[in-house]
């Protein structure tokens, strides 16, 4: 009997308690999710090298990819991934191209909303709705790095959680988890922030032969 009561107290409490844990959770999330809008509105434009890591759900490394990214305010956006093959990546803001050099085929898709969620276009695209679209938890490592981990909201989003590692300010590191447990690290060095970039830098070019496909077509 006593047993029973003490459980029950516990559930009684556990109801009263958790509707006003969820609302500080909440406050939790708009906080650092502003924290982190602010830290981004700042960049003006970033540039910097990266090494991409793959790692499976086993732990095994199956990808290893090093480029280049160019991203400039309001919503241009460069990648050059160079070894181990070449493929371009550019948005003008309403649009994306997708060049691939070996294949001579350039794929155009629309912005729509599912692609602006896309992690690396946080750096050139509108942040000040992230509450709305992630779950957001932020933490202190030492004096001088901040951590933020970004959970989507949308069920069918195209990752399960997103980490962005910054150092005095500086965005060093991108760790992003797929629905089938793929990690996929990104890091970044000779990063330049708000160096002036040219809007040219944000085309594509490539030979006239090369296929073009487009959305619906």
Do not use: C
């Not at 060093?172 to 000779?190: A, G, K, N």
């Not at 970039?197 to 077509?217: C, H, K, N, S």
């Amino acid at each position: 009997m006593k047993q029973f009561a003490r459980l029950f107290w516990m559930s009684l409490l556990m109801a009263v308690l958790m509707p006003s844990l969820t609302v500080q959770a909440e406050e939790t999330s708009k906080q650092a999710a502003a924290d982190l809008a602010d830290t981004l509105k700042s960049y003006e434009s970033y540039q910097a090298r990266f090494i991409q890591i793959v790692v499976n759900e086993n732990g095994n490394r199956v990808q290893e990819s090093r480029g280049s990214l160019k991203a400039k305010r309001p919503g241009l956006f460069y990648w050059e991934t160079r070894e181990p093959h070449s493929q371009f990546i550019v948005s003008d803001g309403s649009t994306v191209e997708v060049y691939d050099p070996d294949l001579e085929q350039v794929t155009v898709h629309s912005l729509d909303e599912k692609v602006q969620t896309t992690p690396a276009l946080l750096l050139s695209g509108e942040v000040g709705n992230l509450d709305e679209t992630y779950r957001v938890s932020g933490r202190s490592k030492g004096k001088n790095t901040h951590e933020y981990t970004l959970e989507p909201r949308d069920a069918d989003s195209l990752f399960v959680s997103l980490r962005l590692t910054f150092y005095e300010g500086e965005l060093q590191e991108m760790r992003m988890e797929d629905s089938l447990s793929q990690i996929s690290v990104l890091s970044f060095d000779e990063i330049e922030l708000n160096k002036a970039i040219e809007d040219r830098v944000f085309t594509l070019d490539y030979p006239d032969e090369v296929d073009v496909i487009r959305d619906g077509a």
